[in-house]
């Protein structure tokens, strides 16, 4: 979205910038690209339109293709030519692997969420959040034969859509989630949910201690999450489990929610003793 405080161009916008608006201009540029970096990534494989480019981040069509042809020349970008979808470039890709170890929650759930999936035999998810985003880090999956993938790893989804985007709100600064909850109203409204609806469920969610959906991302599919907190109870990180609805019905809860609220406690053990050896 277009920022209010934005400096515009001199007058004709022929002028060249200089001086202090050249900079504030330059840093307006690199935020818009990395807004659009950040809506490209929710597309994943399948790649997001122009349109809704244009609609999301709510800059003109001349802009946001100016932007992609940069970002195309640079690697960071790249378009389908049958679909004429963009999606997030190989360059990000790699400039991603220098940092492998900033999320260090990843490295250390990996063995828990094994553990979870061979109990329950259905699909494990570990999410994080990025900003107004959840992103899927890791995922595990157990052994009954029919398995719900319903999200790949690198999945970006707006926060408080998901099971594990409303633990990563529920157990937030109440103000940090209720600035996130405004900030996502309109991307809400395109996955058909209202404000107050997403208050309730965060309300439920932390009166509960986990978030459960018995409606999942895939049709018949059930979601249950659990917050990860490390030593100083910050949060860091949701668990979620996935299954077929039958396979996660409410009377399941009772023998899931232990399972996966002690895995989350190892890890939170074990993260501290991470943190503590890097002092």
Same mark, same amino acid.
């Given at each position: 979205?277009? #920022? =209010? $405080?934005?400096?515009?161009?001199?007058?004709?916008?022929?002028?060249?910038?200089?001086?202090?608006?050249?900079?504030?201009?330059? !840093?307006?540029?690199?935020?818009?690209?990395?807004?659009?970096?950040?809506?490209?990534?929710?597309?994943?494989?399948?790649?997001?339109?122009?349109?809704?480019? %244009?609609?999301?981040?709510?800059?003109?069509?001349?802009?946001?293709?100016?932007?992609?042809?940069?970002?195309?020349?640079?690697?960071?970008?790249?378009?389908? =030519?049958?679909?004429?979808?963009?999606?997030?470039?190989?360059?990000?890709?790699?400039?991603?692997?220098? #940092?492998?170890?900033? *999320?260090?929650?990843?490295?250390?759930?990996?063995?828990?969420?094994?553990?979870?999936?061979?109990?329950?035999?259905?699909? /494990?998810?570990?999410?994080?959040?990025?900003?107004?985003?959840?992103?899927? %880090?890791?995922?595990?999956?157990?052994?009954?034969?029919?398995?719900?993938?319903?999200?790949? %790893?690198?999945?970006?989804?707006?926060?408080? %859509?998901? /099971?594990?985007?409303?633990?990563? +709100?529920?157990?937030? $600064?109440? $103000?940090?989630?209720?600035? *996130?909850?405004?900030?996502?109203?309109?991307?809400?409204?395109?996955?058909?949910?209202?404000?107050? !609806?997403?208050?309730? #469920?965060?309300?439920?969610?932390?009166?509960?201690?986990?978030?459960?959906?018995?409606?999942?991302?895939?049709?018949?599919?059930?979601?249950?999450?659990?917050?990860?907190?490390?030593?100083?109870?910050? +949060?860091?990180?949701?668990?979620? /489990?996935?299954?077929?609805? $039958?396979?996660?019905?409410?009377?399941?809860?009772?023998?899931?929610?232990? +399972?996966?609220?002690?895995?989350?406690?190892?890890?939170?053990?074990?993260?501290?003793?991470?943190?503590?050896?890097?002092?």
């Amino acid at each position: 979205m277009t #920022r =209010p $405080d934005d400096p515009q161009l001199p007058e004709g916008g022929k002028d060249k910038p200089t001086g202090e608006v050249g900079k504030t201009l330059g !840093a307006r540029s690199i935020r818009r690209a990395v807004a659009i970096l950040r809506i490209l990534a929710t597309g994943q494989e399948h790649g997001v339109r122009i349109t809704d480019i %244009v609609q999301q981040t709510g800059l003109n069509r001349p802009t946001v293709h100016r932007i992609l042809r940069v970002l195309i020349e640079e690697e960071a970008v790249e378009q389908d =030519p049958n679909t004429r979808r963009y999606m997030v470039g190989p360059e990000v890709s790699l400039l991603g692997l220098s #940092r492998t170890a900033r *999320v260090p929650v990843k490295a250390v759930a990996e063995p828990y969420l094994r553990h979870i999936a061979e109990q329950c035999g259905d699909s /494990v998810f570990l999410t994080i959040r990025s900003g107004f985003d959840s992103i899927c %880090v890791d995922r595990k999956t157990g052994h009954y034969p029919v398995k719900v993938l319903s999200i790949e %790893v690198g999945a970006r989804r707006p926060l408080g %859509v998901s /099971v594990s985007g409303l633990v990563l +709100l529920a157990f937030a $600064d109440p $103000d940090d989630s209720e600035e *996130v909850i405004l900030g996502n109203e309109q991307r809400f409204t395109s996955h058909g949910l209202e404000l107050d !609806a997403v208050r309730r #469920r965060i309300i439920e969610t932390r009166s509960l201690g986990y978030a459960y959906s018995e409606v999942g991302v895939v049709p018949g599919t059930r979601a249950l999450a659990m917050p990860v907190f490390d030593a100083e109870h910050q +949060l860091v990180a949701s668990v979620a /489990v996935s299954a077929m609805a $039958d396979r996660l019905s409410p009377e399941r809860l009772a023998t899931l929610v232990p +399972l996966i609220r002690h895995q989350t406690e190892l890890i939170a053990k074990r993260l501290s003793e991470v943190q503590n050896r890097r002092r």
